[in-house]
């Protein structure tokens, strides 16, 4: 089990480019969640799916961000015209079924816009 | 608004001091508690949970932590520390009426002198 992988490990873009993380879930487990971590905000909590299907978006800043779960092996977060704010750690959990479970993370996606 | 709130940003210790990592949350009903720890560089790591029963649970690598519903407090202890257990360390709630997410405190810093 390799655990949850998320690439690139770091990125780094020019702003107004659009960067694309990703994330793959341990098989077999239902929910996936994407939080953003930063040293003055903390963990933010951006999205969460559940067997593929949106349920909760409510941390995802409604302009340039945007998540999907095409299948159940990965997730994409997507955000475009990358803005010097948006620099942070991008962390992907996944879980048997839900948020009452433990969270499997990734080591992140650190994402630097110049 | 439901929070959770880490009273320490950093607390240092000997090894071998025994610890005790503060943790608060609004009520608000039913409540999922969890504690985890982040090392350097890597994603999060999960330590111990509670929902129910027993309010007092044990986790990982000698790690325990006490659910209080008169204090709103769920603090992580450790009886003996060890240098490797220098970490930050987040405590994180799901509330049912919330559901699908759980909320980070801001961490706390364990820093570990031999």
């Known amino acids: 089990n390799a655990g949850v992988i998320q690439t690139p490990r770091h990125k780094v873009t020019g702003k107004g480019q659009e960067a694309t993380l990703w994330c793959e879930p341990i098989?077999?487990?239902?929910?996936v969640f994407w939080y953003r971590q930063t040293i003055v905000q903390g963990l933010e909590f951006l999205t969460y799916?559940?067997?593929?299907?949106?349920?909760?978006d409510s941390g995802m800043p409604k302009e340039r961000f945007s998540a999907q779960m095409p299948n159940q092996s990965h997730s994409t977060l997507k955000i475009q015209s990358t803005q010097p704010q948006d620099s942070a750690v991008y962390l992907c959990?996944?879980?048997?079924?839900?948020?009452?479970?433990?969270?499997?993370f990734g080591h992140g996606t650190k994402l630097s816009v110049l | 608004t439901q929070t959770v709130s880490q009273s320490d940003a950093h607390v240092t210790v000997f090894e071998g001091d025994s610890v005790e990592l503060r943790c608060n949350y609004s009520?608000?009903?039913?409540?999922?508690l969890s504690w985890y720890i982040q090392h350097h560089g890597h994603g999060l790591q999960f330590l111990l949970k509670?929902?129910?029963?027993?309010?007092v649970v044990q986790g990982v690598n000698g790690f325990e932590a006490e659910f209080s519903k008169s204090d709103s407090s769920f603090h992580l202890r450790k009886a003996s520390v060890h240098w490797s257990d220098s970490a930050v360390y987040f405590c994180?709630?799901?509330?049912?009426?919330?559901?699908?997410?759980?909320?980070f405190g801001i961490g706390t810093l364990l820093s570990v002198k031999p």
């Open positions: 959990a996944s879980s048997s079924t839900g948020a009452n479970e433990r969270l499997f």
């Open positions: 098989s077999g487990h239902s929910a």
């Open positions: 799916f559940r067997n593929q299907a949106p349920i909760d």
């Open positions: 009520y608000g009903g039913s409540i999922y």
């Open positions: 509670y929902y129910s029963g027993n309010p």
């Open positions: 994180a709630v799901n509330y049912g009426s919330s559901g699908n997410k759980l909320i």
